[in-house]
């Protein structure tokens, strides 16, 4: 089976890069995590990498100052020079420009810690308990201009129970974007974006027609 070379794209600390990496192991998975590169020297998620023994690398944006398309033209360089297929937003912290995002049309998955199209943007968690909403969650999409829009892959909920913080929810919240996006992946790996699967449990049966043999993401 030949496996999708695929980057990740991150800023800090890379907990939904060492998902991806950890899925990426398991030689059925058919994407491959083939570079990591970050925009922040002190990111901590290039030691995951590291560890894995999956290239890394720093192309900071400050010595490019306002010229975002510099900075840019440098990554989609350094993604080009690896034969990069795929590209994954995880905790990548700056907005990109169109030319980035047309570059990697149909190509570029960004996983945002909400249920899309509700509380797009920042500080959801807290947005969530203030809306009083029962379910939040997270969402896999495909990237395109505008924020936290494009295309659902695909979608996990969980419950707002009584006495959540944005801490606690947040938490719970987290674990599951750990499970979602590694299947997320899978799919547009397989060829098969815009599959909706409404929490892991549904991904893992009725949404997957070929669900992934992921180590502790399924029961």
């Known amino acids: 089976m030949s496996r999708r070379r695929t980057a990740v794209l991150i800023s800090g600390r890379g907990s939904n890069l060492a998902a991806l990496l950890g899925a990426s192991r398991e030689r059925s998975y058919p994407a491959e995590i083939a570079l990591v ?90 947005r969530a308990l203030a809306a009083g909403v029962k379910l939040h969650g997270c969402t896999v999409h495909l990237v395109t201009e505008a924020l936290d829009d494009g295309p659902i892959v695909a979608q996990a909920a969980v419950p707002v129970l009584p006495g959540d913080t944005a801490a606690t929810l947040g938490a719970r919240v987290l674990a599951q974007e750990h499970l979602l996006y590694p299947l997320a992946l899978a799919l547009l790996a397989r060829g098969a974006p815009g599959m909706v699967a409404e929490g892991v449990a549904a991904a893992g049966t009725a949404a997957l027609q070929n669900p992934l043999p992921l180590p502790g993401a399924l029961p």
Do not use: K, Q, W
Not at 47 to 69: E, L, N, S
Not at 81 to 100: Q, T
């Open 37 to 126: 590169i970050a925009n922040e020297p002190a990111a901590a998620g290039l030691a995951h990498a590291a560890a894995a023994g999956v290239a890394g690398a720093v192309i900071d944006h400050r010595p490019f100052g306002r010229d975002r398309a510099a900075h840019e033209g440098a990554m989609i360089a350094a993604l080009g020079a690896a034969g990069i297929e795929l590209v994954c937003l995880a905790g990548y912290m700056r907005r990109l420009s169109p030319r980035m995002v047309a570059h990697f049309a149909g190509r570029m998955l960004n996983i945002h810690p909400s249920l899309l199209p509700a509380f797009p943007g920042l500080n959801t968690h807290a």
